[in-house]
């Protein structure tokens, strides 16, 4: 299946080597030799043994195709669900990468499924690029496309590609990159609105779901671009992609990163006038660990060390304002004050994520124990041994909350499948150099 492509380099660690280090050099190692390959034996445990089987088992839509777009947190499918872009492209990404990762062949069909299935209902022949939802047989019922959605695409057909290396695949995520640059990119003031109507013209009704605002541009939506343009940069080393994804680190740079504060700013008019106080402590430590992806891929050392500079300091201010004595991440806040004390599983997993980088980046060891305790907050309270997968969220007295989903339109397992695979990753190859 060819090389696990990740552009973080595994040899940054600035520790002291074995070779001439005192007695307290050797302990502090060991330390970290233990507390990693702790992490790795049951983060590997958990997607093995809970995740993976899973969504192997309990998703598929035999009756209508493709994958079931709901189920309830007891395990109840909803039959009639409607079908979001966002949790079919995640799903082709998760299924791709976990069959990559864990040279696991059995989850090569669902791959497949998944890319067929996007093929078949999502595309729209005509103009290009995914409509955003379907209904539960298929048919579209929301036409318009969703630059957010539009990156996820790419992103899967990215991960796709590495396992079936069919041109074909590659071909249609430059594709739709090339409409995103010609047909979403703000030629006054940079960057990518939000949503469009099927045939690419401005859509008024901006907000991706209930719960955004209603703004020309968003940080989350950016994140995720950079994200997707990453991995095709990685595949293509298209000189275009190259300076998109130059062109995106320098709006966070100048836009969306509030360096005085340690977070990201959230939502923007077209000028990028700032529209909201909230942070977000889930994507402030997700960012951290992209944006240097990002630049590690671009191989711009100036970029990476900016960008290593401030995942640090954000990575600082979230483990100050936004976690919980227990090791759980927050979800928003508001002001430098916790706005909403639930603890959704996405912020957990990238949490992890975020701290093994700040970790890679410094070698302190801080880090790695925080990220060993915020496992232990989900391995306790978030992942479901019951009906499998994981809780949407428990709330900030860690009760559950079974009216949340267990899979929808935005929970499928592309943030903990991803989480496991980049600690995993990282914490194994790392262990070589401590």
Known sequence: MGPFHYSLKTTRLTGRTQANGTQQDLTDMQDKNSTAANLVREIRNELEGNIIPFWKSKVLDEK???????????????????????????NLWSYACCCRHLNDATLKPLA????????DHFLDKDYGGAYWMLDAKGTPIDTSKKCYGQAFLIYGWVEYFRITRKPGVLAQAMQLYRILEAQVKDP???????????????????????????EKKSMNNHLHVLEA???????????????SIADLLGIFRDHIIDRDRGHLKLFFSDDWSCKSELDSYG????????QCEAAEALGDREWISLMQQIALEMTDVC??????????????????????????WWPQAEAIVGLVNAWQISGKQRYLDAAEKTWS???????????GEWHWKVDGDR???????????WKSFYHNSRFCIETIHRLANQQAFL
Not at 230 to 241: G, H, S, Y
């Open 319 to 344: 483990l100050l304002e936004g976690f919980d004595s227990d090791g759980a991440v927050f979800h928003e806040g508001w002001k430098c004050h916790i706005h909403d004390r639930d603890k959704h």
């Open 188 to 214: 006054v003031h940079g960057g990518y609105p939000e949503a469009f109507d099927r045939d690419w013209s401005l859509n008024d009704a901006l907000r991706l779901s209930d719960k955004d605002m209603n």
């Open 283 to 290: 994507h402030d430590i997700e960012a951290t660990w992209l």
């Open 399 to 409: 009760r559950l909350c079974p009216q949340d989903p267990k899979v929808s339109a």
């Open 64 to 90: 209508n195709g493709g994958f079931i777009g709901e189920m309830t947190s007891d395990g109840t499918v909803l039959a009639d669900a409607d079908k979001g872009l966002i949790l079919n492209a995640r």
């Open 377 to 387: 907050f989900i391995r306790d309270h978030i992942v479901d041994r019951n009906n």
């Open 112 to 119: 497949d499924r998944a890319y067929q299935y996007i093929e």
């Open 229 to 243: 343009y990453t991995q095709l940069f990685i595949e293509t080393r298209d000189p275009d992609v190259g300076r």
